[in-house]
């Protein structure tokens, strides 16, 4: 479903040239959650970037459901990012003046067949705060909008960068289990991006970034629950 080839991503900055991603070869099957680990500045957030055509490869190939990501015009990928993708950050990224269904809301219009915005709230817990600003609810539950947000358009992938790098433990755990209770209910790809170690237990494949290249790259026989996750 995700194929990358060859892939290469550098930045120039003033006479420097910073290698974010080298040579980058993997193949991520639909349905799977993965994550993509390292610690900060190995390539992660680039990496997701691209495979969500916000960045832009040097060179190499990335294509999603036979859709080349590296090849496509600006206007064919704000529709593959309209369409295919949901998109969580380290925080939560919503809008301010928007109440939390109205986040939701705010998403669900860019897709033709979105989910029911009531369904995805029940679904993270937060239907009855659906009336609240972002303000007056926690990071924790922020993140459960956030995520919601993402889900409510029924991308076939969600990318998630650090989506519990700014929680503490408990937090952590709830979104996790909640994207696992995503990629179980409605087939969502997940896709990952952490410094964590302990969180690349739940992945089906170990893709492990260092300095811009992939060190490890292995399947995980025995992927864990979100719940058996701790650090
Ligand atoms: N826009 C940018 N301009 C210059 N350097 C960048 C930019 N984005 C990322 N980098 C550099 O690329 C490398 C990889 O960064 P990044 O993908 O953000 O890593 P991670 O998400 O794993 O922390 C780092 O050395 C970082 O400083
Ligand atoms: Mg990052």
Sequence with gaps: ????????????????????????????EPHKIYVVLGPSGSGK????????????????????????????????LTLYRRKKLGFVFQFYNLVSSL??????????????????????????????????????????????????????????????????????FENAIKVLKLLETINEKYGTTIIIATHNNAISRMSHKIIRLRSGELVEYTDNPSPVKAEEVVW
């Excluded at 939701?104 to 369904?119: F, H, M, N, Q, R």
């Design 1 to 28: 479903m995700i194929q990358v080839e060859s892939l290469t991503k550098s930045y120039h900055v003033g006479k420097t040239v910073i290698h974010a991603l080298k040579d980058i070869n993997m193949e991520l």
């Design 45 to 76: 957030t680039t990496l997701l970037n691209i495979l969500g055509g916000i960045d832009v490869a040097d060179s190499g190939k990335v294509i999603v459901d036979g859709f080349d990501v590296t090849k496509a015009k600006p206007s064919e």
């Design 99 to 168: 109440t939390v269904l109205e986040n939701v809301l705010s998403t669900k219009y860019l897709a033709e067949d979105g989910l029911d915005p009531k369904d995805v709230l029940e679904t993270v817990g937060m239907w009855e705060h659906r009336d609240k600003f972002p303000f007056e609810i926690s990071g924790g539950e922020q993140q459960r909008v956030a995520i919601a947000r993402a889900v409510v358009k029924n991308p076939a992938i969600i990318l998630c960068d650090e989506p519990t790098g700014a929680l503490d």
